[in-house]
Antibody, heavy 117, light 110 residues
Framework: QVQLEESGPGLVKPSETLSLTCTVS????????WNWIRQPPGKGLEWIGY???????NYNPSLKSRVTISVDTSNNQFSLKLSSVTAADTAVYYC???????????WGQGTLVTVSS | QPVLTQSSSASASLGSSVKLTCTLS???????IAWHQQQPGKAPRFLMK???????SKGSGVPDRFSGSSSGADRYLTISNLQFEDEADYYC????????FGGGTKLTVL
């Protein structure tokens, strides 16, 4: 059974860079797409972007200028960096797996990141 | 990009059935969608994907009470014999060059 777990700071200051890592266990990071999704408190889901195991990426156009997703296949991890954060970036951040032109089928438990000074 | 439309809320009685709807925007009626369940305070969970033909395939461990269907641009999630644990937010998802979510339906079990 594939499991995903997010890790990283729960508090980030405005204008700084949010950094999170997702560790994949119970399966290889190869042959799948690895996604980041976020959910502001009390609101719906927003897709941030994905990375393929080869390193190719695809980002939500609304966040593209601030987002970088990278992969570390040797450690079965992938990471998210979101720069120049504001209070509007406060959310629960989820990592999730998907196949090619396929739905998100495994989700992490999520981690709350608060942007505040 | 496709847009997914969901009703903001729905309610039904314990033991009854409910049918939730996710509507694809014009020009995207053939798209496959997925349903996810998010219980209070928990991460979303993949329930199933539904094709335009109505064929659906469920995720691991999803109870038989959950089924899917399709009509035109509408994709449905039907939950039979409602349980209190089914009270949750339900999101639909689709994909093109990027992934898209509906706004979610909050289901209350009375």
């Amino acid at each position: 059974q594939v499991q995903l777990e997010e890790s990283g700071p729960g508090l980030v200051k405005p204008s700084e860079t949010l950094s999170l890592t997702c560790t994949v266990s119970g399966g290889s990071i190869s042959r799948y797409y690895w996604n980041w999704i976020r959910q502001p408190p009390g609101k719906g889901l927003e897709w941030i972007g994905y990375i393929y195991h080869s390193g190719s990426t695809n980002y939500n156009p609304s966040l593209k200028s601030r987002v970088t997703i990278s992969v570390d296949t040797s450690n079965n991890q992938f990471s998210l960096k979101l720069s120049s954060v504001t209070a509007a970036d406060t959310a629960v951040y989820y990592c999730a797996r998907s196949g090619y032109l396929a739905p998100l089928d495994y989700w992490g438990q999520g981690t709350l990141v608060t942007v505040s000074s | 990009q496709p847009v997914l439309t969901q009703s903001s809320s729905a309610s039904a009685s314990l033991g009854s059935s409910v049918k939730l709807t996710c509507t694809l925007s014009s020009g995207h009626s053939s798209y496959i969608i997925a349903w996810h369940q998010q219980q209070p305070g928990k991460a979303p969970r993949f329930l199933m994907k539904i094709e335009g033909s109505g064929t659906y395939s469920k995720g691991s461990g999803v109870p038989d009470r959950f089924s899917g269907s399709s009509s035109g641009a509408d994709r449905y999630l039907t939950i039979s014999n409602l349980q209190f644990e089914d009270e949750a937010d339900y999101y639909c998802e689709t994909w093109d060059s990027q992934k898209v979510f509906g706004g979610g339906t909050k289901l209350t079990v009375l």
